[in-house]
């Protein structure tokens, strides 16, 4: 592993990085939509199981819209919601390697009433029958690791309905009953802080449209799924920015309690200092972030998230733990 030392910007908002979309679609029932691929020599994993999905094209404004545009042409189907997932790096047949963002989405149709334009076939398939299809390595690990996920969170409402909570998790305020009884389960993040040989920071623009600090300058930063913090810590820098670091070059700096609005879920955003990794940031998750650029602490852009900025000069300081939005 090298230090980066050089600042620069990286992918800027107006280039269209080379990527795919593919779309990882379940039902109720706990059944995944695979889609049988022709068996033709050349094509990418002829005769196997896999997402729908493709390319992104010069008109395809963000990878949403690519998972959306290949979804109806293969298929003729339209979902409501996509919600991203994760990135996959898939090697292609001149030996490189092309990142593509997994998009996860809900559907209870029969595919037999599809119009498929590709392919031989599209079928629903149970998470235990998966290993037993012909397909690739990385998407029986997708649908794994998803099935997984549903399965804690079913769990997850369970506990909060049979504590007397009716709404699933994340959707109810999380505020413990009166007296000061009950357990608030509290949201974990990991955030990378990253200093060039100047001492400038790295963050990144947050896409206009994204669900949480739109426009706003933040952390590289991921949720914890099932797997350690430094684990999710070097996977969210590989997946979001194409940086590799070592959970053993890492170490904990400070920590933010935080709750954005009364009665809302309390998160531990817990920030770590990567001594060493290599790889220049640029831009994989368009829908998320627009660009990274290195900022000097003490000349933050203004649209800083406010616990982003709390925690760089709580570094700064020396100091290891803030709360916010306590009363």
Same mark, same amino acid.
């Given at each position: 592993m090298t230090e980066e030392t050089t600042p620069t910007d990286a992918a800027l908002p107006h280039q269209v990085p080379r990527a795919n979309a593919s779309t990882l679609i379940y039902n109720e029932d706990g059944e995944y939509l695979l889609h049988l691929r022709d068996d033709i020599p050349g094509i990418w994993e002829p005769g196997s199981w896999s997402l729908l999905g493709g390319g992104r094209e010069p008109g395809d404004r963000s990878l949403e819209e690519t998972a959306r545009r290949e979804l109806c042409e293969e298929a003729g189907l339209v979902l409501p919601d996509l919600t991203p997932f994760t990135v996959e790096e898939a090697r292609g047949r001149d030996g490189g390697t092309l990142p593509i963002q997994i998009f996860t989405g809900r559907w209870a149709g029969d595919p037999a009433t599809l119009n498929l334009?590709?392919?031989?076939?599209?079928h629903w398939f149970?998470?235990?029958?998966?290993?037993?299809?012909?397909?690739a390595s990385s998407t029986r690990d997708l649908i794994r690791r998803h099935a997984q996920l549903r399965h804690r969170e079913s769990l997850g409402t369970v506990a909060e309905e049979t504590a007397g909570h009716s709404s699933p998790? &994340?959707?109810?305020?999380?505020?413990?009953?009166? &007296?000061g009884s009950g357990t608030v389960l509290n949201g974990i993040g990991v955030h990378l802080y990253l200093e060039s040989a100047d001492g400038k920071v790295l963050l990144g623009l947050r896409h206009p449209d994204s669900a949480y600090a739109g426009s706003m300058w933040h952390f590289l930063a991921g949720h914890c799924?099932?797997?350690?913090?430094?684990?999710?810590?070097?996977?969210?820098?590989?997946?979001?920015? &194409?940086?590799?670091?070592?959970?053993?070059d890492v170490e904990l700096v400070h920590v933010v309690h935080l709750v954005d609005t009364p009665g809302g879920r309390p998160?531990?955003?817990?920030?770590?200092r990567a001594r060493r990794w290599s790889g220049l940031p640029e831009v994989r998750e368009p829908d998320k972030c627009t660009g990274w650029r290195w900022w000097p602490p003490d000349g933050?852009?203004?649209?800083?998230?406010?616990?982003?900025?709390?925690a760089i000069e709580g570094i700064r300081a020396g100091r290891r733990y803030t709360e916010m939005g306590w009363s």
């Open positions: 334009t590709e392919g031989v076939m599209l149970r998470p235990e029958v998966v290993p037993r299809l012909r397909m998790v &994340g959707h109810a305020p999380l505020s413990p009953p009166p &007296g799924e099932q797997e350690s913090a430094l684990t999710c810590l070097a996977r969210e820098a590989h997946e979001e920015a &194409g940086l590799r670091i070592e959970p053993g998160r531990m955003q817990m920030v770590f933050l852009p203004t649209q800083t998230v406010p616990y982003t900025r709390a």
